[in-house]
């Protein structure tokens, strides 16, 4: 069985063929960085545009790459939602036209479902059940994982997200957008111990998070310390140290809370260096492991999306004839893949 899935929630049209027995046979990526930079952060109209002129070209590049034609296509998978409106609709459209002019079955997925998915791609995937952290430019989320679609939303943000506080934290700094890779760039650099920023919400029961005080304290230390190349690199790392610690204390109360050993961690922020160090740490201390997708799946990508696809049209999961996307999809509405076996 084979699934098309398609990609664009956001800034990155990503396209791919997952193959059930085979894998991953394709897939493609194309970032709008470029398109946005001179913005310093995503506009919505222009991502639907880019969407519209990419994911038709980077569906025929995927095919091409798994040698494959829509007669070896069992189903379409499309995001379709959380995400930008507009960018969603792109996706949903595109998908739905295709399964219905091929005859296919269209399966809508939930962009965070892909993401806490994600690590299935890899030869070392975890067992159910485990504990999943989504860290991303949107959303920051601690989730129970029991089965496919059966999810437990555990603790989230209850303002910025942590992708997003270290973006709008680097714009302060001064650096191109995006600025969460070029913060952690920067911080290699800094002096440890010379600031100390909060760990928000740490001091409280639950597991919710908080990054915008954490970004606000930042804010101040830039404006009274000058901005000397040190001095930056200095409140880089800081900066970066306080949200680690934060997520990490988080996961840790999670992981004893839930008696889980083994944790998930998918989203853009996944893939920073000083978080998986630290994060491996505290797993070998609990006796537990730590599951990651490779880099390029960490980021939003069409791999995730038709896994997920894959994994839901084997429990007959289709999208009717509408068209339609779901800007904001609680992920507990969706329903267990096990329950429709």
């Not at 569906?59 to 034609?69: F, G, P, Q, T, W």
Request: glycine fraction near 10%; charged fraction near 20%.
């Amino acid at each position: 069985m084979r699934i098309l899935g398609i990609e664009t929630s956001c800034d990155e049209t990503g396209i791919a063929i997952y193959d059930d027995q085979l894998g991953l046979l394709s897939h493609q990526l194309y970032s709008q960085v470029a398109l946005h930079a001179d913005y310093g952060g995503v506009v919505p109209e222009l991502a639907s545009r880019d969407h519209v002129r990419k994911t038709i070209p980077l569906i025929k590049e995927a095919m091409a790459e798994a040698n494959c034609s829509k007669d070896d296509i069992d189903g379409i998978a499309f995001t379709a939602g959380p995400g930008l409106v507009g960018a969603l609709l792109v996706g949903a459209c595109i998908g739905r036209s295709l399964a219905l002019a091929w005859d296919k079955p269209a399966i809508a997925v939930h962009h965070m479902e892909g993401h806490l998915l994600a690590p299935m791609l890899e030869e070392n995937q975890p067992e159910f059940p485990f504990l999943a952290l989504l860290v991303s430019g949107g959303h920051t989320l601690m989730v129970q994982v029991d089965d496919i679609g059966e999810y437990k939303v555990l603790g989230e943000s209850i303002d910025d997200a942590a992708g997003e506080a270290f973006d709008k934290t680097a714009k302060l700094l001064g650096l191109d957008y995006p600025g969460g890779p070029r913060l952690s760039k920067m911080a290699e650099d800094g002096v440890p111990g010379r600031f100390v920023f909060p760990r928000p919400m740490t001091n409280k029961p639950g597991l919710d998070f908080s990054f915008s005080g954490l970004k606000t304290s930042a804010a101040i230390t830039i404006q009274q310390e000058g901005n000397d190349p040190q001095t930056q690199a200095d409140i880089a790392l800081a900066f970066q140290d306080a949200v680690i610690d934060t997520v990490a204390i988080k996961c840790k109360r999670a992981l004893k809370q839930t008696g889980m050993k083994r944790l998930v961690v998918a989203g853009g922020v996944s893939a920073n260096k000083s978080l998986r160090e630290q994060l491996a740490r505290l797993m070998k201390s609990l006796g537990g492991e730590v599951f990651y997708p490779r880099n390029e799946f960490c980021t939003d990508n069409g791999a995730m999306i038709a896994y997920a696809g894959m994994q839901r049209l084997k429990a007959g999961h289709f999208q009717d004839l509408s068209i339609g996307a779901k800007p904001r999809w609680p992920l507990e509405e969706l329903v267990s893949v096990k329950a429709s076996l």
